[in-house]
């Protein structure tokens, strides 16, 4: 076992705690609050060594008679300047303290100087509670101060005593208010400032992020499609030795990479373009499903198209269109060989997309899959307020695999959902 003398503090605070007090340390003072009190003391005494004092020996308010007695209403005072920061309440009370010690004495004008600035910091450093009730109760010595001498004395000059309160006690109380609601107020705009700050760096970062989200789709339904079927075709171009089909396989292959680079081609050209100057590529709409599911066939898939439809907002044609041709392309992935159909009807004030393809051993070449398209068809349906599934489903014909989304077709379905 080990034994040894602890640090001096270490040993205090564990005085402190085995006798069931725990001791809170005075913070120290503000080096601005030493630096008055020290000019204060020094002023006092100059002042003091010269004979001024406020009142004569001969006044009839003069208890303490002589010159000795005025230093220690000063010297009292002196010392509740250095916690006029860390314990303005506590430093006003004395200092009121030495205040009625000092008017029994012969006076010193620097300890009355030296209460006004207590009462000053009472107001500026205290708590809300004594910031309200300084300023109340001086007030309210300050028409005290005018009426009961005035009222007793009956002479016009007694007014003098409430004009003296007010300069001493309620001119710096509420010079004190004025400031720490000058201070609040710059406080609470600096507060606003960050806050607004911080929202406008939230904004940007969201508006970033949906930019990003929305070119990652724009991106993904543009290339995804022809790049799948240049995969499959070339997948089956290798590995069957048959010059027909490597033919057929390289003719797909050409007007997909054509098509492909094309799109490509465009959207770069509108990232690049900081002007604005060029016009963004026309958005799809439902009229190019015909198109679509042409090219869906000439890469293989067996596509049967039916629409009913009306006049739909521009939002939910593109947010469609782009559903359908993710479904075409997963199909062409990874649907197993038979008929894959597109259904679009408008129903009341919704449109419902319903895509289904064979669901099970795809035989032929696959193309990899990242899992992006479901995702982009769920942001599109969901930015448009609408619902989407896509899970296998059980049909007449066997497993299926079924992709329904619901777009409303309202007013309020108005947003970009690219």
């Known amino acids: 076992m080990q034994c040894g003398t602890l640090p001096g503090h270490q040993a205090t605070q564990q005085r402190a705690v085995l006798d069931g007090v725990m ?18 003391l020094l002023g006092g005494l100059l002042i003091w060594g010269v004979g001024l004092g406020t009142r004569t020996a001969n006044d009839p308010i003069v208890l303490w008679e002589g010159r000795w007695p005025v230093l220690v209403p000063l010297a009292v005072m002196s010392a509740c300047e250095l916690l006029r920061r860390t314990r303005p309440r506590t430093g006003l009370v004395l200092g009121t303290l030495a205040l009625t010690a ?62 003296v309160i007010g300069l001493v006690a309620f001119t710096p109380a509420a010079t004190g208010w004025i400031v720490r609601n000058h201070r609040d107020a710059a406080e609470a705009a600096r507060l606003h400032a960050e806050q607004t700050a ?46 027909r089909t490597s033919k057929d396989a390289l003719e797909v292959i050409r007007e997909n990479s054509v098509e492909g680079l094309a799109e490509m081609r465009r959207l770069i050209g509108i990232l690049r373009d900081s002007s604005g100057d060029l016009e963004p590529a026309a958005a799809p709409t439902l009229d190019g499903l015909g198109a679509l599911v042409e090219g869906a066939r000439t890469n293989g898939l067996d596509v049967t198209l039916d629409t009913e439809h009306g006049r739909l907002p521009a939002p939910v044609e593109l947010a469609a269109y782009r559903i359908v041709q993710e479904s075409l392309t997963n199909a062409l992935k990874h649907a197993s060989p038979g008929r894959v159909t597109v259904t679009l009807a408008q129903r009341d004030s919704v449109l419902d997309v319903r895509v289904t393809s064979p669901y099970g051993d795809h035989d032929g070449p696959r193309a990899p899959g990242s899992g992006a398209g479901l995702v982009g068809m769920r942001e599109r349906t969901a930015l448009l307020g609408g619902s989407f599934e896509a899970a296998p489903e059980d049909s007449p014909d066997g497993k299926i695999w079924a992709v329904h989304a619901t777009l409303p077709v309202t007013d309020i379905a108005q947003g970009d959902p690219a």
């Not at 600035?117 to 309200?132: C, I, K, N, S, W």
């Not at 989200?213 to 991106?219: G, I, Q």
């Not at 995804?224 to 030795?241: Q, R, V, W």
């Open 23 to 40: 001791a809170v340390p005075l913070p120290r003072p503000h080096p601005d609050d030493v630096r008055i009190a020290v000019a204060g």
């Open 198 to 243: 911080l929202l406008a760096e939230m904004d940007r970062t969201q508006a970033v992020t949906a930019e990003r989200a929305r070119m990652a789709r724009e991106l993904h339904d543009m290339v995804a499609n022809h790049l799948s079927a240049i995969a499959i075709h070339s997948t089956a171009a290798l590995s069957l030795d048959d010059p």
């Open 102 to 163: 000092d008017v029994v004495t012969q006076g010193n004008l620097v300890t009355i100087v030296m209460f006004t600035d207590l009462v000053y910091a009472a107001v500026l450093y205290g708590p809300p509670g004594t910031a309200r009730r300084v300023p109340r109760i001086t007030s309210l010595m300050t028409v005290a101060g005018a009426v009961l001498p005035l009222a007793v004395w009956q002479e016009p000059e007694a007014l003098l005593v409430g004009v």
